[in-house]
């Protein structure tokens, strides 16, 4: 790469001096040695599935034979399409084909690979996620064989889970948790794996020795991994450890709805998520938007004992799950609420696949930042001494439930809860939804700076300090009709001397519209660089107050004067929307068919406690119809 390139291009501004405006993204390095390639190494009368672990971490051994060939290989290979996926959007860009040409123009004498070389150490230099395949975690327990995977994206959070019958064990086990080689020559010999033919899988550091000319060169490569994908990777599996409503349908239901999405694309303008309503004694019915498809599940009725409606994200990542699809006995769905994580366990006899979605992407931080308030920030003593006996119980036996751990520390349940929540956000432990338990599973043998993994980046850090110390106010909240919720605020920050106006617009599912703020940073940048301190501060702030306006809404009333709830009932393959909003003296009824033009009522009353009586007459009166509450969050 010449000298040129590496310049900053005339004109361009210079990175801002203040912390939480610097654009680079901090990294931490991970790195990986094996003492060969993991591949398919096929004999006369069988094959070897060697899988080669990292020789810097456990040594962790297991020799198998496969029961289920076939069902294995669908399943390693839906591992592989999330840990290489990446569903981002990437606009056009002539950048990068401008770098190339003058990249060409400085390698115009050298040999083509002298040329191959330079151009991978000028992708290394100016686009590092371009490497970033971050290879499987294998885990090795008493009850299990595990691998887990993230994708590029930061979307997709993948474990494939093998009971030992699924095996014919040849020798002990040697239990722990490391690294695989996972590479692409991997996956195409994984393509070759056939029912008819028995496969053998060596799992350890020199797993099979593979018999060429000369001795197997050691692989070693060091990964950058962005901190916010470690983050994402880390909080996604946090996130599975919090309370889910679970629904079961057959995989037959899943595969329709990857077939209706096979044969509608997206579109620019309408919603492009899932509804599932969950009425009790009634089947989940799954709703395509904008296409308003119904899929009625062919499991059985839902078992739950409230009803609910739950709008999810991410749909087209299910499609990461088609493979393994006619091996499937039941998909468990296990949600979150509207716009956060989910989670779904695809069964197949002894083989388990858990695929976690995150809900959103990197371009929606407003909803990451809903999300996360409801994951553990404690820190005080307690919580580490809970926290540390929690660790030592899972040293010596693996794998535990919560219920065990508890009486195991003989801590309260609710510390214990928070614990290995804590624990779960640190890389020390994951929590198995397929089995309902909690494993150690160290994601480093390295100390990993928690410090850096906390906020996504400084501009985060300096939003919560911001909230934390008052500075950040909301000064109206203004529901516009057909647009959503417009959040103003001001922000006053001592160190400037000023007070910023930043300004937000939700729609109804959480998702910003638009954002604006008066700061020099948003100014330059807008939104291509991420949001500002000041637009994060008000979103930290508007789901905090959110969060209180649902814990009074659960235990007074009384104390309500802003809130708004949207209800939703179907009646053949129309639905009736009915959404009711209360403004301190004002309620605002809006309802008619979905996707049409609604119905308005403006009420006005003479004091607060009228309008709130009338706000909270007319929900009860929609849920004893049979509503079913939309309201996101």
Wanted: include cysteine; hydrophobic fraction near 40%; glycine fraction near 6%.
């Amino acid at each position: 790469m010449s000298e040129e390139t590496d310049k900053p291009e005339a004109g361009s501004e210079p990175e801002s001096t203040k912390p939480e405006e610097q654009l680079s993204d901090p990294r931490t390095p991970i790195t990986l040695t094996y003492a060969g390639a993991s591949q398919l190494v096929a004999g006369d009368a069988s094959s070897t599935l060697a899988l080669f672990t990292n020789t810097r971490r456990a040594d962790v051994r297991a020799e198998l034979k496969a029961k289920d060939p076939l069902t294995l290989r669908e399943a390693l290979s839906c591992l592989y399409e999330v840990v290489s996926s990446d569903f981002r959007y990437v606009p056009r860009d002539k950048t990068a084909y401008l770098a190339y040409m003058r990249l060409r123009k400085s390698m115009a004498g050298q040999s083509a690979w002298q040329a191959q070389q330079a151009y991978f150490e000028w992708l290394a230099r100016n686009d590092p996620t371009a490497w970033l395949v971050l290879d499987p975690i294998v885990t090795v327990h008493p009850d299990r064989l595990l691998l887990e995977v993230f994708s590029k994206d930061e979307g997709a959070y993948a474990q494939l889970g093998v009971d030992w019958s699924a095996f014919e064990v040849s020798g002990a086990l040697r239990h722990g948790t490391t690294n695989i080689d996972y590479s692409k020559g991997l996956f195409d010999g994984v393509q070759r794996m056939r029912s008819y033919r028995p496969t053998q899988i060596s799992v350890g550091q020199d797993a099979v020795s593979v018999h060429t000319e000369g001795k197997a060169p050691v692989i070693e490569k060091t990964i950058q991994v962005p901190d916010a994908w470690l983050r994402g990777f880390l909080q996604v599996q946090s996130a599975a450890t919090l309370p889910t409503t679970v629904v079961t349908i057959a995989a037959i239901d899943l595969y329709n709805l990857l077939r209706q999405l096979r044969l509608n694309a997206d579109r620019k303008k309408g919603g492009r998520g899932v509804r599932i309503e969950l009425v009790p004694g009634e089947a989940p019915r799954l709703v395509l938007e904008p296409w308003e498809i119904v899929l009625t599940s062919a499991a059985g009725p839902y078992k739950g004992r409230s009803p609910a409606l739950v709008r999810i994200w991410g749909r087209r990542r299910l499609s990461l799950l088609r493979r393994l699809l006619p091996f499937v006995d039941t998909v468990d769905i296990h949600l979150l609420g509207s716009g956060l994580p989910s989670f779904y366990v695809l069964r197949a006899g002894p083989i388990t696949v858990t695929l976690g979605l995150s809900g959103f992407t990197s371009a929606n931080w407003s909803q990451s930042v809903g999300f996360d308030q409801l994951l553990p920030r404690d820190r005080h003593e307690d919580i580490k001494v809970t926290l540390a006996a929690v660790l030592k119980q899972l040293t010596e036996v693996w794998v535990s439930s919560a219920d065990d751990l508890v009486k195991a520390t003989k801590r309260a349940p609710a510390e214990v809860y928070t614990a290995l929540q804590i624990a779960c956000q640190n890389g020390q432990v994951s929590y198995d939804l397929a089995r309902a338990v909690y494993r150690l599973r160290p994601i480093s043998d390295a100390p990993i700076d928690l410090t850096r993994l906390q906020y996504r980046n400084v501009r985060e850090r300096v939003a919560h300090d911001l909230v934390a110390r008052g500075a950040a106010k909301i000064v109206s909240e203004n529901r516009i009709y057909g647009t959503g919720l417009e959040i103003t605020g001001k922000v006053a920050v001592e160190a400037d001397r000023r007070e910023y106006r930043p300004q937000l617009v939700l729609d109804d599912d959480g998702r910003v519209k638009s954002a604006e703020c008066t700061c020099t940073f948003f100014r330059k940048h807008k939104l291509k660089e991420g949001p500002c301190a000041h637009l994060i501060a008000l979103r930290v702030a508007q789901a905090q107050e959110e969060e209180r306006r649902r814990q009074a809404r659960g235990k007074a009333r009384g104390t309500i004067t802003v809130e708004t709830r949207t209800y939703a009932k179907r009646q053949g393959d129309a639905e009736e929307v009915c959404q009711v909003s209360l403004d301190r003296q004002r309620l605002k009824l809006r309802w008619g068919p979905r996707d049409q033009g609604l119905r308005v009522q403006s009420l006005v009353f003479n004091s607060v406690a009228e309008a709130r009586a009338a706000y909270f007459e007319r929900v009860d009166d929609l849920e004893a119809r049979g509503y079913l509450d939309g309201t996101a969050g």
